[in-house]
């Protein structure tokens, strides 16, 4: 059996990943997909801890936050094809619509 701490170290460099490439993209595809690694990350520790103290509450937070990943994504992907038919770009630096 895999020990819990194997599960939270995986999480937690799944997080850091996902944060460092939201950080430093400028493709707003990328920014996308790093937020949904985030979302992943968070969901494998809930299931984990969920695991570890079998409680259902846990895996019920992993359904919630799948289903506001995929409204985000349905939402998301909207708007980054809107903005590219638009803009006929997909850099975060040239996607400044607020500005001016």
Do not use: C
């Not at 992993?62 to 409204?71: D, L, Q, R, T």
């Amino acid at each position: 059996m895999v020990p819990i701490a194997y599960y939270l170290i995986l999480a937690a460099i799944l997080f850091t990943v996902g944060v460092a490439a939201f950080l430093i993209k400028r493709n707003v595809i990328t920014i996308f997909m790093s937020i949904e690694l985030m979302l992943n990350a968070v969901n494998l520790t809930f299931v984990a801890f969920s695991h570890m103290w079998h409680q259902v509450s846990g895996q019920i937070f992993v359904f919630f936050v799948m289903v506001v990943a995929a409204a985000e994504a349905a939402v998301g992907l909207a708007i980054i094809i809107a903005l590219f038919r638009a803009r006929q770009t997909l850099s975060i630096d040239q996607v400044d619509l607020m500005k001016n």
